[in-house]
């Protein structure tokens, strides 16, 4: 290990403790301002990621149980895998791996970037993951009528379908 690391590693916990203990500034750091830092981070990479999977739009095909990055065919979870992946995010293949991952998020505080996990209405098995892209929206890699790919929804035409979301950023 390297000496600059070791100190990372030492501020970046010491950081930890002060937001639990409510200290605001150790060793010049003001606690805050690197938690506020951490925040934006998250929701700078979300904004990529969204700006990603819309960048796909029109160019990815959805098939069942394949994930063929070269040729752009994905299911839904290998859509999410592959768009996480290129920022460094890294997920599992299938929505029954995708839902454990992250942490829970309550409908009602959903953030940019959450994956957010659907039955098919009729059980409560989860079957489907998108992407939550804001203002009550998501983007998703599907299949039916008239339409094959990427969309966009609102999540509110799924509510019925809804079952879960995971912050994974």
């Known amino acids: 290990m390297t000496l600059n690391w070791m100190k990372k590693t030492v501020i970046a ?36 990621i969204i700006a990603y999977a819309k960048s796909l739009q029109g160019k990815v095909t959805y098939k069942f149980g394949t994930n063929n990055t ?8 290998s859509f999410t895998k592959y768009v996480f992946g290129k920022y460094g995010v890294s997920l599992k293949w299938g929505t029954s791996s995708q839902r454990l991952q992250g942490t829970y998020v309550a409908k009602s505080n959903l953030k940019k970037g959450d994956l957010i996990f659907f039955n098919n209405g009729k059980t409560s098995t989860i079957n489907h993951v998108g992407i939550y892209i804001g203002n009550g929206q ?32």
């Not at 805050?32 to 830092?37: D, P």
């Open 13 to 48: 916990t010491t950081c930890c403790f002060a937001l639990l203990s409510g200290a605001s500034v150790i060793d010049g750091i003001n606690v805050g301002q690197a938690h506020a830092a951490a925040a934006t981070t998250a929701s700078a990479k979300a904004d990529s």
């Open 70 to 77: 070269s040729k752009l065919i994905f299911d839904c979870s």
């Open 138 to 169: 998501f983007i998703h890699n599907t299949i039916g009528t008239n339409m094959n790919g990427v969309y966009i929804r609102n999540l509110s035409d799924y509510s019925s379908r809804y079952a879960t979301a995971r912050r994974v950023l």
